[in-house]
C-alpha cells in the first residue's frame, strides 16, 4: 500500500512535542558558492540528530497494544537505529536493533543510550537487515522498516509540507537517498501540492542502487564499495520506496566521498554546521555541479551524527581539496642550518606550520641525511604553488604528499 498524502497529513497532527519542525535557513555562503539562491532544511537539528526519528516515532506510535507487547526490532547503520529506540523508550516498548559491525561507534552508544539491545551483525546494512528479519520470525518481535514501510514514508514525507510551508515558491529540492524513504516521502508530499517543483535524489556513487534503479526502469542490487556516507550505503532499494520514486522523481544524481567531505568542510567552516556524510549529500551535488542558477533551491541535510573520529579527516581532507593543507616530504642533509632555510621560504609566503615530523632511523633514511614531514596550512592553491616553485629553484628534494 503506498502512502497517500492524508497519511501524511495524520502523521503531522500525531507527532506531538517530540518531533521539531526543523528550520529552514537561507545560506548566502552556498547561494554565493553555486549561483543558487540556497536554503538549508536542518534536520540535523531533530532529536536524535536525523530525520529518521519522524518515521520511527509514528509508526511505533501507530502499533496496536499486542504489537507493542511483542517488542519491536529494526536494522540500522545508526540513524534509524536511534529513531525507533528513542520511541520505544517513550512508549515502554522492549527494542532490539541489528547494526553492521562497522557501524560508527558515536552511534551504537547513542543507540544503546536509549535503552535498545544493540547486535552487531554484518558488514552493510543489507546483511544487519536479513539478521533483523530472522529475529523477528523467531521472537514474534514487530520489524520497524528504515525505509519500505508507508507510515514510516509518511511521516518522512511531512518535511515536503515543512519546506513548502516555509518556501512556497521553491524551484527545486535536492535530497540524499539510500533506502528512499526520505526522498519517497517528500516526493508524496510536494507533488501533491506543487507538481511543478524539481526534485532531485542524490546517492553515493558507491552505492547507487537507486539510482541505477531509476535509470534501468526496475529493481536491481548495485554497490558496496566503501563509503564515509554510511547512513546512505543501502544496496537494494525499497519496493515502495523504489515505485514512488520512479514514478515522481524528477532526476536521480550521484557525488563521491570528495564532494562530500568538502560540503561538510564547509558547512563546518561557513555556516558552523556538523553534519554527517549522508546527510551533506545534497548539498555536495550542489557546490560541485551548480546545477541550478538563479533558482531557489533547498538542500534537506538529513543528520548531524558524526563520529568524532571522523571530524580531523574532514578538516584536513578539505583543506587539502581546497588546496590550503599543503603537506611534504622533504630529504635533508643532516646537518645545522639546512632546515632553516626551509623554515625561511615558508616564512616568506606566509605560510603556517601546522606539523613538524623529524625522521633520522627510518631504513629508506641513508646515514647523513634526514627525512622531515611538514604540514603547512596555506591561504590557497596560488600561496602552496608559490612555495613548491621556491623550493624546487634551491634544489630541495621533496615529494608533495597532498
Same mark, same amino acid.
Given at each position: 500500500m503506498n502512502p497517500t498524502y492524508d497519511e501524511i497529513i495524520?502523521?503531522?497532527?500525531?507527532?506531538?512535542?517530540?518531533?521539531?519542525?526543523?528550520?529552514?535557513?537561507h545560506s548566502p555562503a552556498f547561494s554565493e558558492i553555486t549561483g543558487s539562491e540556497v536554503y538549508l532544511k536542518a534536520e540535523f537539528r531533530q532529536k536524535t540528530g536525523s530525520f529518521k526519528i519522524r518515521g520511527a516515532y509514528?509508526?511505533?506510535?501507530?502499533?496496536?497494544?499486542?504489537?507493542?507487547?511483542?517488542? *519491536? +526490532? $529494526?536494522?540500522?547503520?545508526?540513524?534509524?537505529?536511534?529513531?525507533?529506540?528513542?520511541? %520505544?523508550?517513550? &512508549?515502554?516498548?522492549h527494542c532490539?536493533?541489528?547494526?553492521?559491525?562497522?557501524?560508527?561507534?558515536?552511534? *551504537? +552508544? $547513542?543507540?544503546?543510550?536509549?535503552?535498545?539491545?544493540?547486535?552487531?551483525?554484518?558488514? %552493510?546494512?543489507? &546483511?544487519?537487515?536479513?539478521?533483523?528479519?530472522?529475529?523477528?520470525?523467531?521472537?514474534?518481535?514487530?520489524m520497524i522498516h528504515a525505509f519500505d514501510d508507508p507510515q514510516i514514508i509518511a511521516a518522512q514525507g511531512v518535511i515536503g509540507m515543512e519546506i513548502l510551508e516555509d518556501l512556497p515558491d521553491v524551484d527545486e529540492i535536492y535530497l540524499p537517498v539510500g533506502g528512499g524513504g526520505l526522498a519517497a516521502g517528500i516526493l508524496v508530499a510536494v507533488k501533491e501540492k506543487n507538481p511543478e517543483v524539481r526534485i532531485v535524489g542524490v546517492q553515493s556513487s558507491s552505492f547507487s542502487a537507486m539510482y541505477e534503479s531509476v535509470r534501468r526502469g526496475s529493481r536491481i542490487e548495485a554497490g558496496g564499495e566503501r563509503t564515509i556516507a554510511d547512513g546512505i550505503s543501502v544496496k537494494s532499494p525499497g519496493r515502495l520506496t523504489f515505485d514512488i520514486i520512479n514514478k515522481l522523481v524528477d532526476e536521480m544524481v550521484l557525488v563521491n566521498d570528495t564532494e562530500i567531505t568538502?560540503?561538510?568542510?564547509?558547512?563546518?567552516?561557513?555556516?558552523?554546521?556538523?553534519?554527517?556524510?549522508?546527510?551533506?549529500?545534497?548539498?555536495?551535488?550542489?557546490?560541485?555541479?551548480?546545477?541550478?542558477?538563479?533558482?531557489?533551491?533547498?538542500?534537506?541535510?538529513?543528520?548531524?551524527?558524526?563520529?568524532m573520529y571522523l571530524l580531523?579527516?574532514?578538516?584536513?581532507?578539505?583543506?587539502?581539496?581546497?588546496?590550503r593543507l599543503l603537506k611534504l616530504s622533504i630529504l635533508l642533509p643532516d646537518r645545522p642550518g639546512v632546515f632553516k632555510e626551509i623554515v625561511d621560504e615558508i616564512t616568506l609566503v606566509s605560510a603556517n606550520i601546522v606539523e613538524v615530523v623529524h625522521d633520522r632511523l627510518s631504513s629508506?633514511?641513508?646515514?647523513?641525511?634526514?627525512?622531515?614531514?611538514?604540514?603547512?596550512?596555506?591561504?590557497?592553491?596560488?600561496?602552496s604553488d608559490k612555495l613548491i616553485e621556491a623550493l624546487r629553484k634551491k634544489n630541495i628534494e621533496f615529494k608533495l604528499l597532498t
Open positions: 495524520k502523521a503531522d497532527s500525531m507527532r506531538g512535542d517530540e518531533i521539531k519542525k526543523t528550520p529552514l535557513i509514528y509508526k511505533i506510535l501507530s502499533l496496536s497494544e499486542e504489537e507493542k507487547k511483542r517488542g *519491536v +526490532v $529494526a536494522a540500522s547503520a545508526g540513524n534509524h537505529a536511534q529513531g525507533v529506540a528513542f520511541a %520505544s523508550a517513550l &512508549e515502554k516498548i532490539t536493533i541489528i547494526m553492521p559491525r562497522n557501524a560508527s561507534p558515536a552511534k *551504537v +552508544v $547513542a543507540t544503546r543510550g536509549y535503552g535498545a539491545d544493540v547486535i552487531l551483525e554484518g558488514t %552493510s546494512y543489507d &546483511e544487519a537487515h536479513a539478521k533483523a528479519k530472522e529475529f523477528s520470525e523467531s521472537t514474534g518481535a514487530i568538502k560540503a561538510m568542510f564547509l558547512l563546518m567552516e561557513r555556516m558552523k554546521f556538523v553534519v554527517e556524510p549522508a546527510g551533506a549529500a545534497s548539498l555536495a551535488y550542489l557546490i560541485s555541479k551548480k546545477p541550478a542558477p538563479g533558482k531557489k533551491v533547498v538542500a534537506v541535510l538529513a543528520g548531524g551524527n558524526v563520529d580531523g579527516q574532514i578538516v584536513d581532507k578539505g583543506l587539502a581539496a581546497m588546496g629508506e633514511i641513508s646515514a647523513g641525511s634526514a627525512g622531515v614531514t611538514l604540514s603547512l596550512e596555506t591561504q590557497g592553491k596560488e600561496q
